[in-house]
């Protein structure tokens, strides 16, 4: 493996400025070979080992391995998984579910216009499911850069049909958000937070967003916006 | 596959130090030219892998390799570039390795210089520097690597702290390590001295220019630090007696004790065993400043016991360190003692008396540091002790150190008469008191700090200068050496100066201002011209716009800013500062209110760039001196 091609081009760089100095003391030790023989061979011996042996302890060696593979498994699933849904919905295009995760992966992708179009189709053929209807409005949103209008409408709709669609309470909730509609925002955030895994990256986000929008609030109602967040705004201390 | 190589390199460079150590310290003593080779050859060994794992780390923080847990602790996409090198030595690891990087610096440094120094001094100190190289390294690689990686790798760092993504931040680790680690030369050579007992005035002058070097860097990296505070913390204040600059304040007193110390020593032969003491001590306590700011006690001493193997490393390092070496020193002073020969009144006394109060001084700040620490850690309770028990106690304390570096330049060697002494300083005493006395006068109000600052800046400058004059007058042309004392103590005035006169002049308002608004302070107006969203890649900032009017005159537009660090979610206060020769005008966001309204904080800070003007000069002098002690051809 190259890894080791690497320890042992490092070491034997590391031997050269040992023994290279003690090879040209040689003329002065005339007679005298063994000073010289014994500590170059016993840094041969000791130095390759003990380096080896450090770094197995100390180091990672798997992991290059791992990182390699988790490449190239994220590779082929991603390429793969989205060819393959294409095909079968080719095949079978009576399929919301499968409209819906193919217009998600649009999305991750950044093709917002394909995943509004095939986001259409599911909400066709699932009229009645929040969770699509949402999804739709958000490609829709990323599409033409603004929730207003039309994703605005899908996001209602999504509401009236269940309350406890997660997309569509942080979509509603950036909505009243950037109209500055502070508490608006923060009664879809707030219950969207009840909805979440807690210790997750999402839920995380939204308890920033809750905050942020929380300190507006206060501005508005005539504070200072200053007891959040809770670290202290001027740390005073220089950090080394 | 970069982190690997780096990680191996470091491994590598661990056993280098090692050899370095053992094959100097017994090469020495066995004298073995061929094992003396052998430690110069893993010194170089050593700089070239501590080197290469750190552009490792840096390359990991280059390429954004998340893999790399210090990397995604510290670092961040939306980091702009520079910050993201520079991130290497943010962290704690990173920044151990920068220390690591700069020892084996330095110690090729003594191997290249030092060739003409005797062979067994000369491979002792390679042996000893090698030794500590090899407990920073260990230290390094068993609590502290850097190297460390993750699986699966985050798809984005934390991001670095957002007071350390400043210029100020990017070169102030970097020169007070190099300070620090630059005395370890000093104690080394202190080590050497007290294992072979020889200890004369040649050593003095092979030390003389290391000392000054290290402490020419100390002194920079401090001044870096201070105007970094200044600037960026956002209420312009230049010094906190806070426990992470006392760190590099104690260490910078027993410097300046030694460089002192070792005149006397290299010059008179006189105070050796206080000169050793005084390397040792100077290492010391760069070594307990890095492990207060490093370990963590100093947030918290509670943090120590979150990560025992890291803090306990240390400690147990220290007192084998600080222990082994007082231990050696009890053993071995007496064998380089020598009964230096000077009377009561002389130059030496003088410069001795100078020291001890400096060290007595470094003694209040470590009582003001670590008292709380311990109290705090034996569970006694918490106590706070901030600027006024150290204005109260380390200032006065300084007034003499001052007075005798103004007189101590003009008094013999040996033996000094008063009589001869008092004629020569008598006017330039008067004429500085009637300085410190007249010159407030032509500020707003007179103000005793003002005056002590004059008083004292006058003193030392008219001795310095017109000591200059006499001693060229005499001896003729005069070693570079003497060039630097003189432009030092200046530089040291300078700051007097501007300690002084800040301190007694500067002014502050806070008021709310609506855009259009306007306010003056001193001869100054203030109009707020509103502030507006100014995005960023990794913060987003409201940025204030002041213009500044002087008499009716525009003179500048400020420009302060309030940061959000998107990652961290922290506020930043980016201050803006109009620098003038006669001082400065600074402007800060406050809090927005509402509607539009903001609060703003205004300051004047008469004088307070000769603070740093004058740490510069300092730092100069001493460069001259060090210059000029190597241009002797003193070999080291």
């Known amino acids: 493996m190259n890894l080791w091609i690497g320890v042992g081009a490092l070491v034997g760089v590391a031997l050269a400025f040992l023994l290279v100095p003690l090879w040209r003391q040689k003329s002065a030790l005339a007679g005298r070979q063994s000073e010289i023989r014994w500590p170059a061979v016993g840094l041969l011996g000791v130095l390759p080992a003990l380096t080896v042996g450090l770094y197995l302890y100390l180091g990672a060696p798997g992991i290059l391995k791992e990182l390699a593979l988790t490449q190239a498994q994220s590779n082929y699933d991603v390429d793969g998984m989205v060819r393959a849904l294409e095909d079968k919905l080719k095949a079978t295009p009576n399929d919301p579910e499968g409209w819906y995760a193919l217009g998600r992966a649009y999305i991750a992708f950044s093709r917002y216009a394909d995943a509004e179009e095939v986001l259409r189709k599911a909400t066709t053929q699932a009229p009645k499911d929040a969770r699509i209807i949402a999804q739709y409005a958000e490609a829709m949103a990323l599409k033409q850069g603004s929730l207003d209008g039309r994703p605005l409408e899908l996001i209602k709709a999504a509401l009236e049909i269940s309350y406890e669609e997660e997309k569509a309470l942080e979509l509603a909730g950036l909505a009243a958000f950037q109209k500055e509609n502070w508490a608006e925002a923060l009664h879809y955030w707030r219950r969207l937070l009840k909805l979440l895994p807690k210790a997750t990256e999402h839920h995380e986000a939204i308890t920033q967003a809750v905050k942020t929008a929380e300190r507006k609030l206060d501005i508005r109602l005539g504070g200072t916006g200053m007891p959040l967040p809770p670290q202290p705004a001027e740390p005073k201390k220089a950090p080394h | ?636």
């Not at chain 2, 050593?46 to 602790?73: C, E, K, P, R, Y």
């Not at chain 2, 709310?512 to 509103?530: H, Q, V, W």
């Open chain 2, 1 to 636: 596959m970069i982190p690997e190589l780096g990680h191996i390199a470091l491994i590598v460079a661990l056993q280098l130090a090692l050899l370095q150590g053992i094959l100097g310290l017994v090469g020495a003593s066995r004298d073995n030219a061929a094992w003396r080779a052998m430690a110069r050859g893993a010194a170089g060994g050593q700089l070239l892998f501590v080197l290469l794992g750190f552009l490792a780390l840096g390359w990991s923080f280059l390429i954004n390799d998340f893999s790399v847990m210090n990397v995604a602790d510290h670092s961040s996409r939306f980091l702009p570039v520079e910050y993201r090198i520079t991130a290497a030595w943010g962290s704690h690891e990173g920044s151990f390795l920068l220390w690591t990087l700069l020892m084996a610096g330095w110690t090729l440094a003594v191997v290249i210089l030092g060739r003409k120094l005797p062979a067994d001094l000369h491979a002792r100190v390679i042996g000893i520097m090698g030794l500590l190289s090899f407990f920073f390294l260990a230290y390094l690689l068993f609590t502290s690597n850097p190297f460390m990686r993750l699986h699966p790798p985050p798809a984005n760092g934390s991001d670095l702290n957002p007071l350390l993504q400043d210029p100020g931040m990017i070169i102030h680790p970097p020169l007070l390590y190099m300070g620090y680690v630059g005395f370890s030369v000093a104690f080394a050579f202190a080590i050497a001295a007290l294992i072979s007992g020889k200890l004369d005035e040649a050593w003095a002058r092979w030390v003389r220019p290391w000392a000054l070097m290290a402490w020419v860097f100390l002194t920079l990296g401090i001044m870096i630090g201070s105007w970094w505070a200044y600037y960026e913390l956002g209420w312009g204040g230049w010094w906190f007696w806070d426990p992470s600059e006392n760190a590099s304040l104690m260490p910078w007193l027993a410097g300046t004790a030694l460089l002192h110390s070792l005149v006397v020593t290299e010059r008179r032969g006189a105070l050796r065993v206080w000169t050793v003491f005084l390397a040792l001590l100077a290492f010391a306590l760069s070594l307990v400043g890095t492990f207060l700011v490093r370990s963590g006690v100093l947030s918290s001493v509670h943090a120590f016991a979150l990560d025992p193997l890291r803090g306990l490393f240390i400690l147990v390092f220290l007192c084998i360190l600080i222990g082994g070496s007082l231990a050696l020193f009890a053993k071995r002073a007496s064998a380089v003692k020598v009964a230096g020969d000077f009377g009561m009144i002389s130059r030496e006394t003088a410069l001795l008396t100078g020291n001890v109060l400096l060290l007595a001084a470094l003694a209040t700040v470590l009582l003001g540091t670590l008292y709380p620490l311990f109290l705090d850690a034996f569970g006694l309770g918490k106590i706070s002790v901030g600027p006024p028990y150290f204005n109260a106690v380390f200032v006065p304390m300084m007034v003499p150190v001052l007075l005798l570096l103004g007189i101590a330049p003009w008094m013999r060697w040996g033996e000094e008469r008063l009589p001869d002494l008092l004629p020569r300083v008598r006017g330039l005493a008067i004429a500085a008191v009637l300085i410190g006395l007249a010159l407030p006068f032509a500020f707003d109000a007179w103000r005793w700090q003002a005056a002590l600052g004059l008083a004292l800046a006058a003193w030392m400058m008219l001795t310095t200068i017109t000591g200059l004059i006499a001693r060229r007058r005499t001896d003729g042309r005069l070693p570079l050496a003497a060039y630097g004392m003189a432009c030092a103590h200046v530089g040291l005035a300078i700051g007097i100066i501007g300690m002084g006169l800040v301190t007694a002049y500067q002014s502050e308002k806070a008021v709310a201002m609506n855009p259009g608004d306007s306010t003056s302070l001193g001869r100054y107006e203030f109009i707020f011209r509103g502030a507006e969203e100014v995005p960023a890649s990794n913060y987003s900032a409201m940025r204030g716009t002041i213009e500044l009017k002087q008499e009716g005159q525009a003179v500048a537009t400020l420009l302060p800013e309030k940061r959000i660090y998107r990652s961290s979610q922290m506020t930043m206060t980016e201050a803006a500062i109009r620098y003038g020769f006669f001082g400065d005008v600074y402007v800060a966001m406050g809090e927005p209110l509402p509607g539009g309204t903001w609060s703003v904080q205004l300051y004047l800070k008469p004088f307070v760039g000769w603070l740093w003007g004058g740490a510069v000069l300092m730092a100069l002098g001493g460069l001259l001196a060090a210059l000029g002690l190597r241009n002797k051809g003193v070999g080291a």
